[in-house]
């Protein structure tokens, strides 16, 4: 069976390209992984997130913030189709500071972007008064905050069971454990599955986060993307404590408080560790302190898909047009230009958004490690 478009992986990013072709009408099959691959989609923290991204490349905030705007839209069409609220909530987000002086120094660097941007980067600073209004757990030793109003968050695991529904419901296909051991093209492409499945398709998108890796250069890709471990802590329900989201902690939509997450470079292991876990309690219960009264009830270890310059990855492939790679490390953010901007690249239209600055071409003269 012929399709238009073969999606090499079935995470967030994925499934939010698929659902975006299949919205035009595209026959699409979407090829996820075993149970034992890893899935940043199952164990991420949720931000719709603007804050400090792109501070030294501007391209790459103004294309999170064309997401982070167009978010609203899927998550109503998400609704109206599946019955399934991802829980969207985008009245802002901080970043804290333990010293005037770190403060200080961000929002200079936050000042340089906004320039770039024209002046579209709506933040406020908030001193310790300011921020107790609006916060009125939060603990004594955070002296002030960034709050920026293009944030949010998100229920991830809510937006992976919508895209996965209403991707089934416009007539997708989406087949399970079907790890991709070959790509070749003969006119078609043709992919060839572990289990012996093999699919044919006019075009295919790699978007297997780290799986990319092993089965990119296949494809023409250089795939230069590592693991880095994220572990994360989730208390029991409770009643209303956080306002809005920080890097450290948000109440989510059922009232645990998600805390998080850390940066390690531990290769593929994706376990829980006794010092990590403690060290994000302690930041926690530092900003705040109610928290050391809470009840840990989960936690647990994920790995997110890293370029060299953390940036994402969008190129065709120079050696087989018509393949393309798709990856980054903010899917949940980038959800929905995904789904509703790529497809315009990936078809080739004249609205197709410039992503030439996310080519591999940029590592050219750079080592990728």
Known sequence: ????????????VGLSVAWGLLRRGHKVVVLDGSDGSFRASRGNFGLVWVQSKGLDRPEYA??????????????DELLANTGIDVALRQTGGYW??????????MVAKYEGLKAQLGGDYPYEILDQDQLRKEEPQIGPKITGAILHHQDGHANPLKLLRALAADTRRLGGEVLTGKTVTAITRNGQFR????DGTVVEAAKTVMTAGLGAAGIGPQMGFRAPVRP??????ITEKLPKIINRPSLVARQVDEGGIQIGATNEEVGFDDSVTLDGIAGLARE????????GRAQLIRSWGALRVLTPDGLPIYQQSPEMPGAYMVTCHSAITLAAAHALLLPDWLDGTQGAPDLEVFSERRFDNAKTG
């Open 284 to 291: 926690a219960i530092e900003a705040y302190p109610i928290l």
């Open 1 to 12: 069976m012929g399709f238009d478009y073969a999606i090499i992986g079935g995470g967030v």
């Open 228 to 233: 880095q471990r994220g572990q994360v802590l």
């Open 62 to 75: 103004r294309w999170s913030q064309r997401s982070t705007a167009l978010w609203r839209s899927l998550a």
């Open 191 to 194: 992919v060839t599955c572990e």
């Open 96 to 105: 804290f500071f333990k010293s005037d002086t770190d403060l200080a120094a």
